[in-house]
């Protein structure tokens, strides 16, 4: 367990948005938070990005405290991409991912010549070598997409949480993200924890599922187990069944709409 | 390659124009004004001869008057600069934080006491202590800065909570001030009016030495800030998951931000659009190159206020027309024009 929530509880003002929350991840898996709108998956992967101080519980990264961690040291080791960033609106590509760079560079130094492979390297690896120069308002969605998470890789962090990387964007970009994602952590061994809607894309993507109802989770596991308990039609009050393909793809749930 | 070549050379271009209009503004600057000299006397002057009145005119009323100008009008620019980046509103200059509505109010209550408190009929302008309010100006524009600072970092730092927070206190403030003035009257209204509209009247080289520990600060701390500021024009989770200490560096930008509005309001007076206008030409001309956009704003933001302040010179003869009136009249088209083309 490289990175571990034991027992984490956050509260905004008197609203509980979180309880004994506790889940634990490690190198090179791919952990999909899933749950129904104001369940608490935000605030689940802001605590566990070190972005909220849990008020109970807590939240330990390499054996040490999250709340011992430098912002820098922190940002070297640990990634965050929240939902929607705003980025300014005379920012190219490549001067975004430099940002990823700031951890490494500091505020004094200059950027070396590492600095400068390793963005061309979350450029390349993200497929926006040829865009490098195009401003970020002049993208696609699915491209500004792929630049913020370029930006992430950038941070060289080994882990990477993702609050909703594929909202707002088309099938077909939604899909590249989950390649992307998927490809990131098998050939790069890096730790991802995704936030995200749709259900059958995080069945398609994650080694694990966990399941958040109402601040509190319910279910955690393998997404084949996560099928056969009946969780998801509950927590999200639909009717619907999984559909097992043959092979190794995960099950795949059919959702019933009544009209 | 070849992209890089014609890209640098746009980017010297993009510096170059800005800083030859502010040289030849300077030089018309110092040759042109209500008492007509002859070229030859001013040169002799500058040279360091010349009759003693070229000497007193140039050394002791047009320099001083012109160095204090250029200096307002880069430490208002800037000042916007910074406040528009941390806040990410293209709309806030040094008014979004109170900063220039505290300093009027300080002006206001300090004419006021100092009037009623030295003797009944100092009326005329010359008489008041009008040496003090640069650092009366200051002090209440520094002092509301921090008020609003202190609201909006209460329990989590908002930066939408310190725009509304700025715009209220600002608002309170500068109706008091109003309030105070209006309550009281004649000869004196007519001192706080002028330094409303801004003026650069009068202004000698202790305006410069008063404005220049400031210059200096920020001369030092902003290249030192440069990249935390880049971080800055983020949201919050952002900058902070990319390294940065967010509230430490917000503070620390904010501040620079607030003692550079602060010591140019208590100078020249609240110069409203050069905070506001003189970013958004400077984003305008660097385009992508961040680099740029500092010291374009530092030069377009002195030479906007000389040459506001010779317009209304040449333009008003002995009535000069206050440089707040001109900024405002020039300026307010030119950001119609600037945000028109952003979008």
């Keep these: 367990m490289i990175l571990k929530a034991t ?55 390499d054996g040490r ?4 961690w430098k912002r820098r040291s922190l940002a070297k080791r640990l990634s965050f991409l929240p939902q929607a960033p705003f980025a300014p609106d005379d920012m190219s590509v490549e001067q975004l991912v430099r940002q990823g760079r700031f951890a490494h560079v500091g505020l004094f130094q200059s950027f070396r010549s590492e600095d400068r492979a390793v963005v061309e390297w979350a450029l390349e690896s993200t497929g926006l070598e040829d865009l490098a120069d195009r401003g970020l308002k002049e993208l696609s969605g699915g491209e500004r997409q792929r630049a913020w998470i370029a930006a992430a890789l950038a941070q060289e962090s080994g882990i990477l949480i993702l609050d909703e990387p594929t909202s707002f964007l088309d099938i077909g970009h939604q899909v590249e993200i989950l390649e992307l994602i998927s490809r990131l952590s098998r050939e790069r061994g890096v730790t991802v924890v995704i936030a995200i809607h749709d259900l059958n894309h995080a069945m398609a993507i994650a080694d694990r599922i966990a399941l958040l109802s109402r601040g509190k989770l319910v279910f955690e596991g393998s997404p084949t187990a996560l099928s056969a308990t009946g969780l998801v039609e509950t927590t999200f009050n639909v009717q619907g069944e999984f559909i097992r393909s043959s092979g190794t793809e995960a099950p795949y749930l059919q959702i019933r709409v009544r009209r | ?39 030859k006397d001013i040169l002799a002057v500058l040279i ?18 012109i160095v204090t100008g250029m200096l307002a009008g880069a430490h208002f620019a800037v000042a916007g600069l910074l406040l528009q980046a941390i806040t990410r509103n293209p709309l806030a200059d040094p008014t979004i934080l109170g900063i220039s509505q505290g300093a009027t109010l300080t002006v206001a209550i300090f004419l006021l006491f100092t009037v009623y408190g030295a003797s009944a009929d100092a009326h005329t302008l010359y008489s008041l202590p009008l040496r003090w309010l640069p650092l009366v100006a200051c002090v209440g524009g520094m002092s509301t800065g921090f008020l609003v600072f202190s609201l909006a970092m209460r329990n989590r730092l908002s930066v939408l909570r310190l725009t509304l927070s700025g715009i209220a206190i600002g608002a309170t403030l500068h109706a008091l001030a109003m309030g105070l003035v209006a309550g009281w009257g004649s000869a004196r209204f007519e001192i706080v009016m002028q330094w409303l509209s801004g003026s650069l009247y009068a202004r000698s080289w202790e305006h410069v030495i008063f404005l220049l520990p400031f210059t200096v600060a920020a001369a030092i701390a902003l290249p030192l800030l440069h990249r935390s500021i880049d971080m800055l024009r983020f949201e919050e989770d952002v900058a902070r998951s990319f390294g940065l200490s967010y509230r430490l560096h917000f503070s620390l930008v904010l501040f620079t931000a607030c003692g550079l509005a602060a010591s140019a309001v208590g100078t020249v007076g609240p110069l409203i659009f050069v905070g506001l206008v003189v970013p958004h030409l400077a984003h305008f001309l660097a385009g992508r190159h961040f680099g740029m956009v500092m010291p374009l704003t530092v030069v377009l933001g002195a030479s906007l206020v000389t040459g506001a302040d010779l317009v209304g010179r040449l333009l008003g003869q002995a009535e000069e027309i206050p440089i707040g009136v001109i900024t405002a009249l020039a300026g307010a088209p030119a950001l119609l024009i600037l945000l028109r083309r952003r979008s």
């Design chain 2, 48 to 65: 360091g001869g010349g009759s003693d009145d070229a000497d007193l005119i140039i050394g002791t009323i047009r320099i001083p008057r």
């Design chain 2, 1 to 39: 390659m070849r992209i890089t070549t014609s890209r640098s050379t746009r980017t010297a271009g993009a510096l170059v124009v800005p800083l030859m209009l502010s040289a030849v503004l300077l030089v018309a600057a110092i040759f042109l004004g209500v008492v007509d000299l002859p070229a």
């Design chain 1, 7 to 61: 027992n984490v509880g956050v509260k905004y003002g008197a609203h509980r948005a979180l309880g004994a929350f506790s889940l634990g991840f490690s190198p090179g898996e791919i952990v999909a938070l899933i749950g129904p709108n104001g369940s608490g998956k935000s605030t689940a992967l802001h605590a566990l990005a070190g972005l909220t101080s849990p008020d109970e519980g807590e939240v330990v990264l």
């Design chain 1, 65 to 68: 405290e999250m709340r011992s």
